[in-house]
């Protein structure tokens, strides 16, 4: 393991239903509209340029799997001459999906997604930039890659956790890729994302731990009643004072509130409710 590389305490363990599952039918069903839907855009020779319908690809494929959208509506970028650092914290691989169900922004991910199955392939049709984000040596040449994103007046949506966590109060905020967004003097906002079930908090879609790509989906098609939240906060913008280091601690008190990067996870309802 690189000393550089991020490490989070969450394991399978953490995750679980908060309800009920659905019926094995029902999954099935979900999990074979997600896979034509993916298996529709991997057929498409381009990639998904048009951030019109690459809104509505990420939108059906959470209608697909029974995962509804709510809280705030419009774009999350902000208007002017460079586009906008969209910084999240990071939960599961549907993360991905809701993202770009909200703003179809250029995404920042780590190496590994590109060959996870099915997101992997809406990924790179989305023009995603994978990069690996253990390599210290390959850091200056990542940020550089995000500033002149920014500077082309193209958002840029990074996890600056740089790994999974299985509730919205783990981790701390990698300060990196905040560089860029100083570089371009570009906006930067703060997002949260969170899931629940009938209106409870939920572990069920984190993607955490040694956790396998398609386990992970077929227990988000038998989540009941999962909701997937995107809460743009305030807008950050570089200036005098702010470095880095401020710009990353202002963004993460935003995304993670005062909660204490070391708080537990929220555990499932029952363990007899995993799948």
Known sequence: MNAWAVQSPCTTGCVGHRVPPVSARTALRRCTDFTAIVAGTAARRHTLTDPGSLRLRARHLLDALGVQQVGGEGGLSVPGRTGTLIVAN??????VIALLAREPATLIAKREVDTWPVVGTLARRAGTCFIDRDSFRRLPQQVALVRETLLAGRSVAVFPQATTWC???????????FQAAL?????????????RQHGMPSTVAAFVGDDGFLPSLRRVARADGLTVRVDAHDVLRPGPGRDRRTLALAAQEAVLGRVPASALPVPPLSPALHA
Do not use: E, K, N, Q
Request: hydrophobic letters at 35%; proline letters at 10%; charged letters at 20%.
């Open 90 to 95: 990071h939960i599961s691989w549907l993360d």
């Open 167 to 177: 509730s919205p109060s783990g981790g701390t905020f990698r300060r990196a890729m």
């Open 183 to 195: 570089d371009a003097r570009a906006p930067v906002r703060p997002v949260s994302i969170g899931y």
